[in-house]
């Protein structure tokens, strides 16, 4: 892989950087708006509006050629949202939860971008080990966002350090991106526009198209996206029930980053060389056996300490390295002209997915208790294994 680290380690330097910075914001601008009064209903308004510009960002970039310069000026909407959010949210009630649809297009946008150009900039046998690097940037950017902005958020003048974090971040994203890359292997894909003779023209291919030979990866992002944002709710919540203490969700927390960042890379290698589809549908039955065993077993005393923090390691090994195998079956599924849109769909089937989760768990929650949640949480990613077999694209398993 070293004759293309030059083209590549920009953008994973760019993924992680940006990471930082849309997570400060993810983390920071509930808590200060809430200080401020702000209501439940206001808050996920601002988070329904973030997930609904990320879904705009998405499409729109996934319908134009890309090309480093859609990264930069997404990068660079990046570093003006955070500035104007800073000045809207340490000010104004009314309008902060509507610049989040700023905040979302830039994150739609730079995502789809980031990994468009990855995808053209890596040949074939190498593409699950950039695609797991890749998530591993992107997982460490949006863990220390949140650690970084929290120290932040009372600081004078109150609201302002954690969005000039965000900016800071999205600039040194920029200046990755622009210097770290060579004119001689600029990141620049291929004109999509071009059809070589004797293939249909994809340039006339419908979304409706593309998401039908997409099912697999859009519906595993759309369903990981809702589990990820109801998981740092309804875990904490669980063990608090269970009598575990305080203590017990930042184990459970830290356990699920360990096992996301030590199976990312070895899954992916799995993927490349077997099956995908077999693969990932055999981390949704680990992973979804994991999830119900934390609302079936003991997590009480030093033997529920054990098990808690084994089964979190478990689902985060499972489950949260599903994303570079998603989008190995896109590279496998579709023509290099047709990525930009498969990635769109795949990365607003994510928001989609983190807009809903919270929607669903709140109607749970108020008519069952968290075990019954967890286990239900479990049981789906069994079913989502067998969704996998099922709808397969025929070309997954082929030679690329």
């Known amino acids: 892989m070293a004759d293309v680290l030059p083209r590549v380690w920009p953008l994973y330097g760019a993924a992680a950087t940006m990471s930082v910075g849309f997570s ?8 200060i708006q809430h ?36 990264l930069v000026l997404g990068l660079l909407t990046l570093v003006g949202t955070a500035l104007l959010g800073g000045a809207i949210v340490a000010n104004d009630t009314v309008l902060a939860p509507w610049w989040r649809v700023a905040d979302g297009v830039a994150l739609g946008a730079c995502l789809v971008a980031c990994e468009t150009l990855l995808l053209f900039t890596v040949d074939a046998p190498r593409r699950a080990r950039a695609l797991a ?46 210097v770290g890359a060579p004119a001689r292997t600029a990141l620049v894909p291929p004109t999509m526009a071009t059809n070589t003779p004797g293939t249909p023209d994809t340039t006339t291919v419908s979304f409706i198209t593309v998401w039908r030979r997409n099912l697999v990866p859009c519906f595993t992002t759309l369903h990981f996206g809702a589990f990820q944002a109801t998981l740092l709710v309804v875990f904490p919540l669980h063990l608090l029930q269970a009598g575990a203490g305080a203590n017990a969700a930042v184990s459970v927390v830290g356990a699920f980053a360990a096992g996301a960042c030590l199976f990312t890379l070895p899954n992916a290698w799995l993927g490349q060389r077997l099956p995908t589809v077999v693969v990932m549908a055999g981390l949704c039955v680990v992973g979804g056996i994991a999830v119900a065993g934390v609302g079936v077993l003991p997590l009480v005393g030093p033997q529920g300490t054990v098990i808690r923090t084994g089964l979190a390691f478990v689902v ?3 489950l949260a390295t599903l994303s570079p195998l998603s989008l190995l079956i896109q590279v496998n599924t579709n023509s290099q002209a047709l990525l930009p849109r498969a990635n769109a769909l795949y990365n607003a089937h994510y928001a989609v997915g983190m807009l809903l989760g919270p929607l669903l768990l709140l109607l749970l929650i108020g008519h069952t208790d968290t075990a019954v949640v967890v286990m239900t949480m479990g049981c789906l990613w069994v079913v989502h294994a067998a969704f996998v077999l099922l709808f397969a694209p025929p070309t997954v398993t082929e030679s690329t």
Do not use: E
């Open 35 to 70: 200080a401020q009064g702000v209501s439940d209903r206001g808050l996920s308004l601002a988070g329904a509006l973030a997930s609904a510009g990320a879904i705009v960002g998405a499409f729109v970039v996934g319908t134009r050629p890309v090309s480093r310069r859609t």
């Open 316 to 318: 985060g090994g499972t």
């Open 133 to 178: 690097i890749y998530s591993l940037s992107t997982a460490i950017g949006w863990a220390v966002g949140p650690w970084v902005s929290s120290s932040l958020v009372g600081m004078a003048p109150a609201g302002a350090w954690p969005f000039f974090l965000a900016a800071v971040a999205g600039g040194a994203a920029t200046a990755t991106l622009l």
């Open 24 to 31: 400060a914001i993810a983390s920071s601008a509930p808590v």
